[in-house]
């Protein structure tokens, strides 16, 4: 290398550092909730009922002590209001983040009456690390409710690790009968299989554009490259096949060679597709609606054309959507009368979701009125090997459109606190929104066991414990009968799903979308008993739940060998 590319090559790194070390140091963490906690916890807060299915088994025994992990949203209040004065269980509310605790009572005053409570129902705070248990004893809880939670460990506490030392410390913290609440995304059976999803809707096809690149980044600042996520899908797996906007043919390119494209080149309007492995499209999918809900929610309305009529009936097809939608009629000026609309607001409605995708297609506007701000940002492209001639296009003097995939990778690098200020950065702060929900969930797994897989993995993991602990006296978490295993669909979502996404095997064969929520009721149960259990689960579809019965049938045998202590 050369005196001259190895000085370049310095300058490059030193301003990258200046850029990131603007407040002194360079920060290692990758914010989850804290951004926008209320938008966050309004976002969880509907399905109270179905989120707190350990509520039975308070009212069933009225006392005890109940664990709630991941306390976001307004479970609690709601709980709280249903059990009644007479009975006195303790219910702990818990968290990893001191300020999700701290807005409870905050969002909800007439919490602090259980939490001063000497009688009836006691409401306690607890900041709590679901991996590690530590402030409770053996065989405290009576119950345990995790909602939507351990998709949020897997993603932050160390992928499989993290998934493994949740349920032993629940296997341990629980007595004997007590109930482990699980809900979480469905996965799919076969999540390597490689199928090809077609990408029906502009906003999808928009909306795949930015996810994959943060989903797969292995950049330094990502959880992926701190080992704190599992990687499931490698990039060299995935095809692009689509249109450029010069070309009258079709284009077929490795994950890599599409990076490289500049995203304005790319024809979103015409057919789109992606070849990957069937559980990254579940993930995907599953991405792709909590991205509407917090960028374009406006997607969420269903306009139905009225038989001999010009209006359209207003179906909402997400919850929160209606008041969204009041909204945008009052900061428009339009009119809504008794669920109808007329096709100019529907047009309206339209073109709002539209023009939403503009900016991730042909990049977020940048004003620099300081050619040291300017300079950093060409330095900050370059540290990362992205070419800033690529991927910064001039329109006139010190104003650029910065690719938005670029753009969404190194928001979360700080990007937007070392380099952009009040009068030099994004023209419109609306332009933001993908880059802070890409910041806040794009890294995040949804999708990782199946049903078959998460009871059998269960199973062996809690016999292995309860072999360590005792050996004469065995305990599974299983389900508490074979009905407590649910799968619980979102048609709703579904139908969002099934407008936006085609999926085929490579045979060209269509496969099911299905979208929704997998509810097991785990109970610590005694090993005799929890075989019933799994044995009904297994005759019930002996073709799907195939792991589940290797796993049992590897118990049974350990546990009858006389070395069974010694099992692992």
């Known amino acids: 290398m050369s005196v001259f590319c190895k000085f370049r090559k310095f300058i490059y790194v030193f301003l990258f550092v200046i850029a990131y070390c603007a407040k002194g140091e360079i920060t290692?963490?990758?914010?989850?909730?804290?951004?926008?906690?209320?938008?966050?916890l309004d976002f969880i807060r509907y399905n109270l009922q179905e989120k707190l299915g350990i509520m039975p088994y308070i009212l069933k025994k009225g006392e005890g002590k109940y664990l709630e992990v991941g306390a976001g949203g307004d479970p609690i209040a709601f709980l709280l209001s249903k059990i009644p004065s007479e009975m006195s269980p303790i219910i702990i509310a818990s968290d990893i983040d001191i300020n999700v605790l701290d807005a409870l009572p905050a969002r909800h005053p007439e919490l602090t009456k259980y939490l001063h409570s000497q009688v009836g129902p006691v409401l306690r705070l607890q900041q709590l690390d679901a991996t590690s248990m530590d402030c409770f004893h053996d065989n405290e809880l009576d119950g345990i409710n995790a909602s939507a939670v351990v998709h949020e460990i897997i993603s932050y506490a160390g992928g499989m690790n993290g998934f493994e030392s949740f349920f032993k410390e629940a296997l341990r913290v629980l007595k004997p009968g007590g109930v482990l609440i699980y809900r979480d995304p469905e996965a799919v059976l076969d999540k390597k299989k490689m199928i090809v999803a077609h990408l029906k809707s502009s906003i999808m096809r928009l909306f795949a554009h930015i996810f994959l690149c943060k989903y797969l980044s292995k950049d330094p600042f990502s959880l992926v490259a701190r080992e704190k996520k599992q990687v499931e899908y490698?990039?060299?797996?995935?095809?692009?096949?689509?249109?450029?906007?010069?070309?009258?043919?079709?284009?077929?390119?490795?994950?890599?060679?599409?990076?490289?494209?500049?995203?304005?080149?790319i024809d979103f309007m015409r057919p789109y597709s992606i070849t990957m492995p069937n559980g990254l499209c579940r993930e995907m999918e599953r991405h792709y609606l909590t991205y509407l809900h917090q960028c374009n929610p406006l997607a969420f309305i269903k306009c139905i054309p009225v038989v001999g009529s010009d209006l359209f009936f207003v179906n909402y097809l997400a919850h929160s959507t209606a008041s969204i939608f009041e909204e945008f009629l009052n900061s428009n000026r339009l009119s809504f009368d008794n669920s109808f609309i007329d096709i100019l607001v529907k047009k309206k409605i339209e073109e709002t979701i539209?023009?939403?995708?503009?900016?991730?297609?042909?990049?977020?506007?940048?004003?620099?009125?300081?050619?040291?701000?300017?300079?950093?940002?060409?330095?900050?492209?370059?540290?990362?090997?992205?070419?800033?001639?690529?991927?910064?296009?001039?329109?006139?003097?010190?104003?650029?459109?910065?690719?938005?995939?670029?753009?969404?990778?190194?928001?979360?690098?700080?990007i937007d606190e070392n380099i952009f200020d009040n009068v030099n950065g994004p023209l419109n702060k609306k332009d933001r929104v993908h880059a802070e929900w890409l910041k806040r969930e794009g890294e995040e797994s949804y999708i990782y066991y199946s049903d078959d897989a998460l009871l059998a993995h269960v199973a062996e993991l809690s016999f292995r414990e309860s072999l360590k602990n005792s050996p004469e006296d065995i305990f599974l978490l299983c389900p508490v009968s074979a009905e407590q295993n649910k799968f619980i669909p979102r048609l709703c979502y579904e139908e969002v799903l099934r407008e936006a996404i085609e999926v085929t095997d490579l045979e060209g064969y269509i496969q099911e979308i299905k979208e929704g929520k997998r509810i097991v009721h785990f109970s610590k149960i005694k090993l005799d008993e929890a075989c019933g259990v799994l044995t009904d689960i297994i005759s019930s579809d002996p073709e799907r739940y195939v792991l589940l019965k290797k796993a049992l049938d590897i118990i049974i045998s350990v546990n009858m060998t006389s070395d069974a202590q010694h099992y692992e």
């Open 28 to 40: 290692n963490v990758v914010d989850h909730k804290d951004a926008q906690l209320n938008l966050y």
């Open 234 to 265: 490698d990039s060299r797996d995935i095809s692009f096949t689509f249109y450029k906007k010069s070309d009258d043919k079709q284009s077929c390119l490795s994950f890599n060679d599409y990076l490289a494209l500049q995203s304005h080149t």
């Open 354 to 414: 539209k023009l939403k995708g503009k900016v991730i297609e042909y990049g977020i506007p940048l004003l620099f009125t300081s050619a040291t701000n300017e300079r950093r940002m060409f330095a900050l492209l370059k540290y990362y090997g992205f070419d800033p001639n690529h991927y910064i296009i001039p329109f006139k003097d010190h104003c650029y459109l910065l690719d938005y995939r670029i753009f969404g990778l190194l928001y979360d690098c700080f």
